[in-house]
């Protein structure tokens, strides 16, 4: 049996079976090889499954999606308006001085369909409850490269029209006497009036394309309404020591903190530096002291907590956060502060100036 | 022994060298993901941005949503490891730039590679004009941003700045301007992003060589075509049923969505760096298929959608940085943790 068995062993293996098992050998190891190259150029699409299946129920998500980006915060469901209606009358009806005609129509764009017009910036406007946009082009009619596109965004309230033209201002631009508050950049003009923010941009810059951009502004101006209804924060904030323009009012995300909403932020010159406050009115006064936890766990995450008062009218809290210094403070359902101050005692003295204002006030 | 003399027999050796093939091959169908990819350090993962050799934070600050008073959120985000931030000088009528100057002065320059773009050019409307007038207009563009940076230089400028056209990154002014600002040292390296015709754009511009860095969209609908088919059929049923269909994108185009999967190869074999943006937007990926997705990667994932849908384009080795849109300290905290994450949580 041993014999029989040993039998199918060779002890001799031919030169041609030998090379070829060598190139069978070479070959598994060049596709080991090639797969394992391949595989450092990862394909996502490699083992995907084929078969997609899109459900036609809408699903509701198990978890809260929180890290939303801020491009489809707000984003309304698809507009049910196909094309922007034109308007027959309105204020931006023959608005186009001598030499200057109206390009297409008189547009409207709603919160369903702002995107159409202003994508990537739409999402700021409906954070400030945008109601209506009307806009139209005038052009010149000897010179077509000169244009003066006039946008008239309704925004409901005054507060969110000052809202929305305070975050749009550029530092240092020359103010101007249109609504209640206006400035010019270049040969374009911003103003806001009522519960109306109006912009007027030119094509080009030039001193001549400037003055019919301000006679277009001013003329439109006059059409709107404003009923006069004061802002809150335009008065709450202390003037002394303010440096003009600066106030400016945000909804929500208020120096990049989800939790202050409805806040007013004002620059200042306080001895030479300059200082960032802010205040916002709450809805109560448990709504304040659950801000200023937030704020206080925030100081906590993002640099240290280095001083606490409490006293029978306010509590305050200073952070350090790595070379600049935040004080925030809650009095009633009042939260206000200063942040991101180079100087400590700087921040404090500006803080406690700030309480007194809101002390005498009250 | 003689059926042993080399310690096995054929067919132990087949049997053995099978297995290794097989196991040779299932590793290397393993996405490589961030051990791979990335160095970890204090919690943030590192990656190199192509030819570049910048080492950068493979959490992007993307800049366009935080606000003007939001420059705490910059310094937070950069005393957290994130080291890249990507903005233009169009964001928030540029008062974005301005933040980030007032950031990066008290973190201190070397902190952060800073990537801008000439946001406020329209380089497809200049195909035709001289190179003297693009350069002047590139260089106002600049100038204007070096300034709210309160930088002498930018490590990566954009230009073409949301290209449409592959016309666009072959332009020979452009090319010379930018050139000649790399020689004066006001930027490192040179870069473009587009929202549209993306896949062209981006190969021509691989194979041209010219560009270091690309920008644009990467998420499950532009790597994986049954989703893509089903976002498209989505849109195209809601389009029939009434419903807007299609969200147009900047300056009212299409928002297209692309197959980016050879991109991705060929930035890679060319070294050239890659900024991941639109991971998570809604546009690519409706909400009434999030679930859905979800369940095909990782039913019982702890994260939310879009740490979901970020780390699915941090799976992606050829990505060097994903830009997440922060607009709040919730957003940068959901983002810092994802270098530890895995699509599972």
Same mark, same amino acid.
């Given at each position: 049996?041993?014999?029989?068995?040993?039998?199918?062993?060779?002890?001799?293996?031919?030169?041609?079976?030998?090379?070829?098992?060598?190139?069978?050998?070479?070959?598994?190891?060049?596709?080991?090889?090639?797969?394992?190259?391949?595989?450092?150029?990862?394909?996502?699409?490699?083992?995907?499954?084929?078969?997609?299946?899109?459900?036609?129920?809408?699903?509701?998500?198990?978890?809260?999606?929180?890290?939303?980006?801020?491009?489809?915060?707000?984003?309304?469901?698809?507009?049910?308006?196909?094309?922007?209606?034109?308007?027959?009358?309105?204020?931006?009806?023959?608005?186009?001085?001598?030499?200057?005609?109206?390009?297409?129509?008189?547009?409207?764009?709603?919160?369903?369909?702002?995107?159409?017009?202003?994508?990537?910036?739409?999402?700021?406007?409906?954070?400030?409850?945008?109601?209506?946009?009307?806009?139209?082009?005038?052009?010149?009619?000897?010179?077509?490269?000169?244009?003066?596109?006039?946008?008239?965004?309704?925004?409901?309230?005054?507060?969110?029209?000052?809202?929305?033209?305070?975050?749009?201002?550029?530092?240092?631009?020359?103010?101007?006497?249109?609504?209640?508050?206006?400035?010019?950049?270049?040969?374009?003009?911003?103003?806001?009036?009522?519960?109306?923010?109006?912009?007027?941009?030119?094509?080009?810059?030039?001193?001549?394309?400037?003055?019919?951009?301000?006679?277009?502004?001013?003329?439109?101006?006059?059409?709107?309404?404003?009923?006069?209804?004061?802002?809150?924060?335009?008065?709450?904030?202390?003037?002394?020591?303010?440096?003009?323009?600066?106030?400016?009012?945000?909804?929500?995300?208020?120096?990049?903190?989800?939790?202050?909403?409805?806040?007013?932020?004002?620059?200042?010159?306080?001895?030479?530096?300059?200082?960032?406050?802010?205040?916002?009115?709450?809805?109560?006064?448990?709504?304040?002291?659950?801000?200023?936890?937030?704020?206080?766990?925030?100081?906590?995450?993002?640099?240290?907590?280095?001083?606490?008062?409490?006293?029978?009218?306010?509590?305050?809290?200073?952070?350090?956060?790595?070379?600049?210094?935040?004080?925030?403070?809650?009095?009633?359902?009042?939260?206000?502060?200063?942040?991101?101050?180079?100087?400590?005692?700087?921040?404090?003295?500006?803080?406690?100036?700030?309480?007194?204002?809101?002390?005498?006030?009250? | 022994?003689?059926?042993?003399?080399?310690?096995?027999?054929?067919?132990?050796?087949?049997?053995?060298?099978?297995?290794?093939?097989?196991?040779?091959?299932?590793?290397?169908?393993?996405?490589?993901?961030?051990?791979?990819?990335?160095?970890?350090?204090?919690?943030?993962? /590192?990656?190199?941005?192509?030819?570049?050799?910048?080492?950068?934070?493979?959490?992007?600050?993307?800049?366009?949503?935080?606000?003007?008073?939001?420059?705490?959120?910059?310094?937070?985000?950069?005393?957290?490891?994130?080291?890249?931030?990507?903005?233009?000088?169009? /964001?928030?009528?540029?008062?974005?730039?301005?933040?980030?100057?007032?950031?990066?002065?008290?973190?201190?320059?070397?902190?952060? *590679?800073?990537?801008?773009?000439?946001?406020?050019?329209?380089?497809?409307?200049?195909?035709?004009?001289?190179?003297?007038?693009?350069?002047?207009?590139?260089?106002?563009?600049?100038?204007?941003?070096?300034?709210?940076?309160?930088?002498?230089?930018?490590?990566? /400028?954009?230009?073409?700045?949301?290209?449409?056209?592959?016309?666009?990154?072959?332009?020979?002014?452009?090319?010379?301007?930018?050139?000649?600002?790399?020689?004066?040292?006001?930027?490192?390296?040179?870069?473009?992003?587009?929202?549209?015709? /993306?896949?062209?754009?981006?190969?021509?511009?691989?194979?041209?060589?010219?560009?270091?860095?690309?920008?644009?969209?990467?998420?499950?609908?532009?790597?994986?075509?049954?989703?893509?088919?089903?976002?498209?059929?989505?849109?195209?049923?809601?389009?029939?049923?009434?419903?807007?269909?299609?969200?147009?994108?900047?300056?009212?185009?299409?928002?297209?969505?692309?197959?980016?999967?050879?991109?991705?190869?060929?930035?890679?074999?060319?070294?050239?760096?890659?900024?991941?943006?639109?991971?998570?937007?809604?546009?690519? +990926?409706?909400?009434?298929?999030?679930?859905?997705?979800?369940?095909?990667?990782?039913?019982?994932?702890?994260?939310? *959608?879009?740490?979901?849908?970020?780390?699915?384009?941090?799976?992606?080795?050829?990505?060097?940085?994903?830009?997440?849109?922060?607009?709040?300290? +919730?957003?940068?905290?959901?983002? +810092?943790?994802?270098?530890?994450?895995?699509?599972?949580?």
């Amino acid at each position: 049996m041993r014999r029989k068995r040993r039998g199918f062993i060779r002890g001799r293996i031919s030169r041609t079976e030998t090379v070829i098992s060598c190139m069978l050998l070479l070959l598994i190891a060049g596709i080991g090889i090639a797969i394992y190259a391949k595989g450092q150029i990862y394909d996502p699409n490699l083992f995907s499954l084929n078969q997609f299946a899109l459900s036609n129920t809408r699903s509701v998500s198990a978890q809260p999606d929180r890290l939303v980006p801020p491009e489809d915060e707000g984003s309304k469901p698809s507009p049910a308006m196909d094309a922007p209606v034109p308007s027959p009358s309105g204020p931006l009806d023959g608005l186009a001085p001598a030499g200057w005609k109206t390009l297409g129509n008189v547009s409207q764009f709603t919160a369903d369909t702002l995107f159409e017009k202003i994508d990537g910036r739409a999402e700021q406007y409906l954070d400030y409850k945008f109601v209506r946009l009307t806009c139209v082009s005038l052009v010149n009619e000897q010179d077509k490269s000169q244009f003066i596109d006039i946008y008239v965004f309704d925004m409901g309230k005054p507060a969110q029209a000052f809202g929305v033209f305070s975050v749009e201002r550029s530092d240092g631009l020359p103010a101007i006497a249109l609504g209640r508050e206006g400035y010019r950049a270049e040969a374009s003009y911003f103003f806001w009036k009522g519960r109306y923010y109006v912009q007027v941009l030119a094509s080009n810059k030039g001193t001549k394309l400037a003055q019919v951009g301000l006679s277009v502004a001013g003329t439109l101006e006059k059409r709107l309404n404003d009923n006069g209804e004061p802002i809150w924060g335009l008065t709450a904030l202390p003037e002394t020591d303010r440096i003009p323009g600066t106030v400016q009012y945000f909804v929500t995300d208020a120096m990049s903190l989800d939790f202050m909403k409805d806040t007013y932020i004002a620059q200042y010159r306080k001895g030479g530096a300059k200082v960032m406050a802010f205040l916002s009115k709450q809805s109560s006064p448990d709504a304040a002291v659950k801000t200023l936890t937030s704020y206080e766990a925030y100081l906590k995450k993002f640099g240290k907590v280095i001083g606490k008062q409490e006293t029978d009218i306010y509590t305050s809290v200073t952070g350090d956060m790595g070379g600049t210094f935040d004080v925030v403070f809650r009095k009633g359902r009042l939260i206000g502060g200063v942040s991101m101050v180079e100087n400590q005692s700087v921040a404090e003295k500006a803080a406690l100036d700030l309480l007194a204002v809101l002390r005498d006030k009250d | 022994m003689t059926e042993k003399k080399d310690g096995l027999t054929r067919r132990e050796f087949i049997r053995q060298v099978s297995l290794g093939t097989a196991a040779l091959a299932a590793a290397s169908t393993i996405p490589q993901g961030i051990s791979a990819a990335s160095t970890i350090k204090n919690g943030m993962g /590192y990656r190199t941005l192509g030819r570049t050799g910048l080492e950068i934070s493979e959490v992007g600050l993307g800049a366009g949503s935080i606000s003007p008073s939001g420059s705490n959120l910059i310094r937070a985000a950069l005393s957290q490891g994130i080291n890249f931030i990507e903005t233009s000088s169009n /964001y928030k009528n540029a008062q974005v730039e301005t933040a980030i100057g007032q950031a990066v002065r008290s973190m201190g320059r070397d902190k952060v *590679f800073i990537l801008t773009k000439a946001g406020n050019l329209e380089i497809g409307r200049m195909l035709d004009a001289p190179a003297s007038e693009v350069e002047k207009a590139v260089r106002t563009e600049l100038e204007g941003s070096l300034k709210r940076l309160q930088t002498d230089f930018v490590d990566v /400028y954009s230009c073409p700045y949301m290209a449409f056209s592959p016309k666009e990154v072959a332009l020979p002014a452009v090319q010379e301007a930018l050139e000649k600002f790399k020689k004066e040292g006001k930027i490192r390296f040179k870069g473009l992003s587009t929202h549209s015709d /993306y896949a062209n754009i981006c190969m021509t511009a691989i194979e041209e060589g010219y560009y270091d860095v690309l920008q644009f969209p990467v998420n499950f609908a532009t790597l994986l075509p049954h989703i893509r088919n089903a976002v498209l059929e989505a849109k195209k049923a809601e389009k029939s049923a009434g419903g807007g269909g299609e969200r147009k994108g900047e300056g009212g185009q299409e928002r297209a969505i692309i197959d980016v999967s050879e991109v991705l190869k060929a930035a890679q074999r060319k070294n050239v760096g890659i900024v991941a943006m639109k991971g998570a937007q809604e546009g690519f +990926l409706p909400p009434i298929m999030r679930d859905q997705v979800k369940g095909e990667f990782a039913k019982d994932t702890k994260l939310s *959608f879009h740490q979901f849908a970020y780390r699915y384009v941090l799976d992606q080795p050829q990505v060097s940085t994903v830009s997440i849109r922060m607009a709040n300290m +919730l957003h940068l905290n959901e983002a +810092l943790v994802l270098p530890q994450k895995t699509l599972k949580g």
